[in-house]
């Protein structure tokens, strides 16, 4: 990418989007452009048009999606499926009417079956059931996947789409019924320190396993994949390491100095028992995570204390 390309990240208040904008930045990226929830709703077809027609930009992060936790996935089906649905075909579909050759999509590794062989690769994609908590959320990234690919198919595009493993870092959602388990254990444990409480409830058996990468690594995977040209196909994002939920409790604790008791719920869903991602394919182009989980779980409290702790107690 030229540095001062027009380079479109689409959800850049999101913490994925704003980690893209970040590592642009830090890249000498220049004419980077966004648009709020506000100025550009991305459900509304004519909208998106409109914008990429007038804008038309050379390069598009497609960062955008309706997300959340597991408790989220399994109430709310109808928003993530429809709007994951609508905002990736009208995206996709506007730019290639624009002339947007490149842009890189960015879903999610739970569109990968329940009960994949371990650790998963790309070509395991359709062979097998969804885990049922977040069937609609991965239906809807797997039709963006697949539109990306017929698109480039039919019309020449070089569309790629990027599916990083479990997020975490700076501007994450701490709501406790929508979040994922990583944010929900930093301000469980954080509260719980607090308050001086004896027990930390965390949900689930705490035996499912998972990999945990920090946002900033995931943007550098990004931006390493569109620099090197990388065009059509499905590229997983990850650390090639995972760890039970029991541990990733303990660490966090560890972390934010809670010395109470972790109790396991198990009235509440474990989700899928093992989700790790094979990395070959990105490792063999050349790019690596740099952060290890225990530096990266610090910066995230770190940015949790500044967002929710110190700054409501300077607005106080």
Known sequence: MNRDAKIYVAGHRGMVGSAIVR??????????????????????????????????????????????????????????????????ANVVHAARKAGVERMLFLGSSCIYP????????????????????????????????????????????????????????????????????????????????????????????????????????????SVFLMEIGAGDGLLNIGTGEDIT??????????IIGFTGEIVYDQTKPDGTPRKLLSVDRLSALGWKAKTSLHDGIAQAYADFVSRFVTGSANRS
């Open 114 to 221: 329940r009960d994949c062989p371990q650790p998963i690769r790309e070509e395991y994609l359709l062979t097998g059931p969804l885990e049922e908590t977040n069937e609609s959320y991965a239906i809807g990234k797997i039709a963006g996947v697949k539109l990306c690919e017929s698109y480039n198919r039919q019309y020449g595009t070089r569309y790629v789409s990027a599916m990083p493993t479990n997020l975490y870092g700076p501007n994450d959602n701490y709501d406790l019924n929508n979040s994922h388990v990583m944010p929900a254990l930093i301000r469980k444990a954080h509260e719980a320190k607090v308050r001086g409480d004896r027990q930390l409830v965390v949900w689930g058996s705490g035996r499912p396993m998972r990999e945990f990468l920090y946002v900033d690594d995931m943007a550098d995977a």
């Open 23 to 88: 590592r642009l930045t830090a890249g000498g990226y220049t004419n980077i452009v966004t648009r709020s929830h506000a100025e550009l709703d991305l459900v509304n077809q004519a909208a998106v048009a409109e914008f990429m027609n007038a804008e038309r930009p050379d390069y598009i992060f497609m960062a955008a999606a309706k997300v959340g936790g597991i408790h989220a996935n399994n109430v709310y089906r109808a928003e993530f499926i429809f709007q994951n649905l609508m905002i990736e």
């Open 245 to 254: 939920i029991r541990e990733l409790a303990e660490t966090v604790m560890n």
